[in-house]
């Protein structure tokens, strides 16, 4: 998966709790995408950031989740008061420009919510 | 939100065969790629195509992009068992700001 890095690989969380999903880019990328995978399903594509910029948020709940890719450090998926509905892979994958079709993806973070 | 069709939705061959799946959708990209994924893992990216009526080969993989641009075609040739996962199609638009769009997926399953 070329060199993308997401973590944690397994998140279980209670319902109401907070989940934070981190994913550090391959190096010399600056661009991110969140994709939220459902079980038997494809991915769905969430939001899309460069450093200190969110560029598109279609895909994102309105509420309750929120992403962000600082300056420095990795990019954050926040999902907070999680529900059941929320379990699934969340993807992350980086590019090195704007508007690339070549996106590369990491591992994945599973969430569980019980 | 949008979703390509993938077909077949799971196949079950005899190693050596050949294979072949598609993906369809209501509107039109500028490219198309396939993506394999195994158990446990994130998509890696097999073949793109970037123009319309293009055919691309990849060792034993050949796709081709649709010269509707609204569906593409992966085919791959005498089968092994690693071949196994999911192949996942995805259509991308210069002007949907670099999103993905994927398809719904084609589980191959290999049987020696």
């Known amino acids: 998966n070329a060199g993308v890095m997401q973590n944690p690989r397994h998140l279980v969380r209670r319902r109401g709790q907070e989940a934070r999903l981190r994913c550090s880019p391959m190096?010399?990328?600056?661009?991110v995408y969140w994709y939220r995978q459902l079980p038997e399903e494809g991915l769905k594509f969430m939001v899309y950031?460069?450093?200190?910029?969110?560029?598109?948020e279609s895909g994102m709940p309105k509420e309750r989740f929120s992403a962000e890719f600082p300056k420095e450090g990795p990019s954050i998926l926040r999902i907070q008061q999680v529900v059941r509905g929320d379990s699934a892979a969340y993807f992350c994958?980086?590019?090195?420009?704007?508007?690339?079709?070549?996106?590369?993806f990491g591992p994945g973070t599973r969430l569980t919510v019980l | 939100g949008q979703q390509l069709n993938q077909s077949p939705q799971s196949m079950f061959i005899q190693e050596g065969e050949d294979v072949s799946m598609n993906c369809t959708s209501s509107?039109?990209?500028?490219?198309w790629l396939w993506y394999k994924q195994d158990p446990g893992e994130g998509p890696v990216l097999l073949i793109a195509?970037?123009?319309?009526?293009e055919l691309t080969s990849n060792g034993r993989l050949t796709a081709q992009f649709g010269i509707t641009r609204k569906d593409s075609f992966l085919n791959i040739s005498a089968s092994i068992p690693s071949d196994v996962g999911i192949y996942f199609c995805?259509?991308?638009?210069?002007?949907?700001?670099?999103?993905?769009?994927f398809g719904t997926g084609t589980r191959l399953q290999v049987t020696l």
């Open positions: 994958a980086s590019s090195r420009t704007s508007g690339s079709e070549t996106q590369y």
């Open positions: 190096k010399g990328h600056s661009h």
């Open positions: 950031l460069q450093k200190e910029n969110i560029i598109d």
């Open positions: 509107s039109i990209f500028n490219t």
């Open positions: 195509l970037y123009k319309a009526g």
């Open positions: 995805a259509g991308f638009y210069t002007g949907t700001a670099s999103k993905l769009t």
